[in-house]
T-cell receptor
Framework: KAGVTQTPRYLIKTRGQQVTLSCSPI?????VSWYQQTPGQGLQFLFE???????NKGNFPGRFSGRQFSNSRSEMNVSTLELGDSALYLC?????????????FGPGTRLTVT | AQSVTQLGSHVSVSEGALVLLRCNYS??????LFWYVQYPNQGLQLLLK??????LVKGINGFEAEFKKSETSFHLTKPSAHMSDAAEYFC????????????FGTGTQLKVEL
């Protein structure tokens, strides 16, 4: 069974631009979560989607948004990029929402903002 | 709110020696606890999880962890370190009824020396 896939793997953007990252969960998994990983802040939860609805949201500004499609694939968008948005963005999938939190992570998208 | 604290951002052991990575949790409700490993330029891989079924949890690659409520700890151990164990290890917690949101510790970089 294929794992979580994220595209693109690497991305370089300029301040002020916007970016869209994509995540395809493990087949059959219906919950998708997003995390930001930086050297300074570590791993931080962004949001979680299940059945196309946002179920949880972390403490990030409104520039960070996401959505989930009917096939469970998810995208996250960051508008008006700032230098501090440079990070590894990780997507994780779970079978359902609201169980024990077990998640499977993708390889991440490395975003560099210049 | 739940949180985890990982003691020691860097741990160095000799190959064949015991690995002990420390994690203490804080949670107002019975938590679910996890250990993940991250190799360079990769996502997170689940090592093991605690969901109250048994206090001693065995995971992949010879790792295990023991849940001790009296000490609010969930330390990760491996009897004999291998060079391939060198990676960063993260302890994480999710709250029952809180969806799949994970709160991570700051991570422990494990170095294995010959």
């Amino acid at each position: 069974k294929a794992g979580v896939t994220q595209t693109p793997r690497y991305l370089i953007k300029t301040r002020g631009q916007q970016v869209t990252l994509s995540c395809s969960p493990i087949s059959g998994h219906r919950s998708v979560s997003w995390y930001q990983q930086t050297p300074g802040q570590g791993l931080q939860f962004l949001f979680e989607y299940f059945s196309e609805t946002q179920r949880n949201k972390g403490n990030f500004p409104g520039r960070f948004s996401g959505r989930q499609f009917s096939n469970s694939r998810s995208e996250m968008n960051v508008s008006t990029l700032e230098l501090g948005d440079s990070a590894l963005y990780l997507c994780a999938s779970s079978l359902v929402w609201g169980t024990d939190g077990e998640q499977y992570f993708g390889p991440g998208t490395r975003l560099t903002v210049t | 709110a739940q949180s985890v604290t990982q003691l020691g951002s860097h741990v160095s052991v000799s190959e064949g020696a015991l690995v002990l990575l420390r994690c203490n949790y804080s949670s107002s409700v019975p938590p679910y606890l996890f250990w993940y490993v991250q190799y360079p330029n990769q996502g997170l891989q689940l090592l093991l999880k605690y969901t109250s079924a048994a206090t001693l949890v065995k995971g992949i690659n010879g790792f295990e962890a023991e849940f001790k409520k009296s000490e609010t700890s969930f330390h990760l151990t491996k009897p004999s370190a291998h060079m391939s164990d060198a990676a960063e290890y993260f302890c994480a917690v999710s709250a029952t009824g809180g969806g799949n949101k994970l709160t991570f510790g700051t991570g422990t970089q494990l170095k294995v020396e010959l």
